[in-house]
């Protein structure tokens, strides 16, 4: 299996940026693909980005995109995700997430609020 570590989130003012790290490890990690979710108080789960392992191909939700971006150090097992121009509605719980076929683990979830 695979055993997710995630940074510390934290608080930003609106229009400013901050980068979440999620350090992945476990035998044949590397076969997984790597992603980000969030939870924002009262509503579901939702998809904000994806990378692929095998190729840096990346995927992102349409409310994230252009703002975000994910990336990966295959040297140090981690993933990354960079948020600028950060909003309001931004605020959430963002979770680290390793899938490979019907495999899918989640790592614990780190705050991120976005308020002045």
């Known amino acids: 299996q695979v055993q997710l570590v995630e940074s510390v989130g934290g608080l930003v003012q609106p229009g400013g940026s901050l980068r979440l790290s999620c350090v992945a490890s476990g035998r044949a990690f590397s076969i997984y693909a790597m992603g980000w979710y969030r939870q924002a108080p009262g509503k579901e789960r939702e998809f904000v980005a994806a990378?692929?392992?095998?190729?840096?191909?990346?995927d992102y939700a349409a409310s994230v995109k252009g703002r975000f971006t994910i990336s990966r150090d295959n040297a140090k097992n981690t993933v990354y995700l960079e948020m600028n121009s950060l909003k309001p509605e931004d605020t959430a719980v963002y979770y680290c997430n390793a899938k490979r076929a019907v495999s899918n683990y989640w790592g614990q979830g780190t705050q991120v609020t976005v308020s002045s």
């Open positions: 990378i692929s392992w095998d190729g840096g191909n990346t």
